[in-house]
T-cell receptor, first 112, second 114 residues
Framework: GQQLNQSPQSMFIQEGEDVSMNCTSSSIFNTWLWYKQDPGEGPVLLIALYKAGELTSNGRLTAQFGITRKDSFLNISASIPSDVGIYFCAGQLFQGAQKLVFGQGTRLTINP | DVKVTQSSRYLVKRTGEKVFLECVQDMDHENMFWYRQDPGLGLRLIYFSYDVKMKEKGDIPEGYSVSREKKERFSLILESASTNQTSMYLC?????????????FGAGTRLSVL
């Protein structure tokens, strides 16, 4: 099945640093989602993006829907220990599609 | 708040056993999903159900079956568990209405097959 290419696969940073991760695909997507999975829990939605070029913020998180509709990035500013976890991008291929395509995930580790 | 509940957080089974993973959602969602999560592979769709008694194969259905007899409940069945089915299993639900088909996840079941 189709997957999104998410990078980096893992990040080790110091508390207070900014974080950037992205997702790319050879296919055009209708919408992009970013999820976070805390250790031992299921993924939880962080940000949803609906149209090309859209830039959306949620607190210290900012995500953008690429203008080509084939990519998206997520930035986290001034990281804190509770940002630790796995971040997944997900895409909806066309309007009305019931399934999502997921990236491989970015595992974020923060050194205090 | 949407709640998706998976019946077990951890399971240990033996090779060849029949294994049932249960998932219940309380938001009257039409869609329910079973994923498998492995390091470096992300979430891979096993099966998808869009209505009671309706199901559709995902990307990796081999070795699995599902049952949806009631709208709120979606079961994943491993007919004869094998060691390569040791993994984290995630259930999700969503509604096809609205602007975006957001999926809501349960906490996961970590299955070990010995």
């Amino acid at each position: 099945g189709q997957q999104l290419n998410q990078s980096p696969q893992s990040m080790f940073i110091q508390e207070g640093e900014d974080v950037s991760m992205n997702c790319t695909s050879s296919s055009i997507f209708n919408t992009w989602l970013w999820y976070k999975q805390d250790p031992g829990e299921g993924p939880v939605l962080l940000i949803a993006l609906y149209k090309a070029g859209e830039l959306t913020s949620n607190g210290r998180l900012t995500a953008q829907f690429g203008i080509t509709r084939k990519d998206s990035f997520l930035n986290i500013s001034a990281s804190i220990p509770s940002d630790v976890g796995i971040y997944f991008c997900a895409g909806q291929l066309f309007q009305g599609a019931q399934k999502l395509v997921f990236g491989q995930g970015t595992r974020l580790t923060i050194n205090p | 708040d949407v709640k998706v509940t998976q019946s077990s957080r951890y399971l240990v089974k033996r090779t060849g056993e029949k294994v049932f993973l249960e998932c219940v959602q309380d938001m009257d969602h039409e869609n329910m999903f079973w994923y498998r999560q492995d390091p470096g592979l992300g979430l891979r769709l096993i099966y998808f159900s869009y209505d009671v008694k309706m199901k559709e194969k995902g990307d990796i259905p081999e070795g699995y079956s599902v049952s949806r007899e009631k709208k709120e409940r979606f079961s994943l069945i491993l007919e004869s568990a094998s060691t390569n089915q040791t993994s984290m299993y995630l259930c999700a639900s969503s509604s096809p209405t609205g602007r975006l088909n957001i999926q809501y996840f349960g906490a996961g079941t970590r299955l070990s097959v010995l």
